[in-house]
T-cell receptor, first 109, second 118 residues
Framework: DAKTTQPTSMDCAEGRAANLPCNHS???????VYWYRQIHSQGPQYIIH???NNETNEMASLIITEDRKSSTLILPHATLRDTAVYYC??????????FGTGTRLQVTL | GAVVSQHPSWVICKSGTSVKIECRSL??????MFWYRQFPKQSLMLMAT?????????EQGVEKDKFLINHASLTLSTLTVTSAHPEDSSFYIC??????????????FGNGTRLTVT
């Protein structure tokens, strides 16, 4: 699976959009970009995934660049409950997921 | 949505005893489940892939005789930590994927089991 690079930590003010970047320059044509988050002492929570088109669901939006070498997860209106470690993972269809170190997002008042 | 349930959520056991952790897919069938382990302030590390009706596949460095995995049905996988020692104390998390032929469905994770070996 392709490796990803994420910033170690980010801050975001409550109510603002949180934009979390991820680089995956070695992504293969059949690999998806997945985003998960982990709130302290819980299992990872699925957020969104995509192949090459931008995706949106009730939680977030995923913007994938045209060359697919990077992506951005957007939480449109961050709340304190969005404070978590966010993982960007690249993986093929039905494959296992390999977790990196993720981005620790701190949402503040 | 797809729900994965783990039991127990936490367990304390004495050194030398065995502990069984259950992972169930509640509203879907999963031919494959994955077991992860997470130490404090570290990321999740894949331990093994559990395959229904066949032997599990272990990642390099994971002792298959110590971490016994059984995937007896399409909705249940179990991880047994045998002869547990304090260094096995960790957060164990399972995951499963609903197989939908026309869609690349994501992995869903249980809420984890915190094991403390005294």
């Amino acid at each position: 699976d392709a490796k990803t690079t994420q910033p170690t930590s980010m801050d975001c003010a409550e109510g603002r959009a949180a934009n979390l970047p991820c680089n995956h320059s070695t992504i293969s044509g059949n690999e998806y970009v997945y985003w998960y988050r982990q709130i302290h002492s819980q299992g990872p929570q699925y957020i969104i995934h995509g192949l090459k088109n931008n995706e949106t669901n009730e939680m977030a939006s995923l913007i994938i660049t045209e060359d697919r070498k990077s992506s951005t997860l957007i939480l449109p209106h961050a709340t304190l409950r969005d404070t978590a470690v966010y993982y960007c993972i690249v993986s093929g269809t039905a494959s296992k997921l390999t977790f990196g170190t993720g981005t620790r997002l701190q949402v503040t008042l | 949505g797809a729900v994965v349930s783990q039991h127990p959520s936490w367990v304390i056991c004495k050194s030398g005893t065995s502990v069984k952790i259950e992972c169930r897919s509640l509203d879907f069938q999963a031919t494959t489940m994955f077991w992860y382990r997470q130490f404090p302030k570290q990321s999740l590390m894949l331990m093994a892939t559990s395959n229904e009706g066949s032997k599990a596949t272990y990642e390099q460095g994971v002792e298959k005789d110590k971490f016994l995995i059984n995937h007896a049905s399409l909705t249940l996988s179990t991880l047994t930590v045998t002869s547990a020692h304090p260094e096995d104390s960790s957060f164990y998390i399972c995951s499963a994927r609903e197989v939908i032929s026309s869609y690349n469905s994501p992995l869903h994770f249980g809420n984890g089991t915190r094991l403390t070996v005294t």
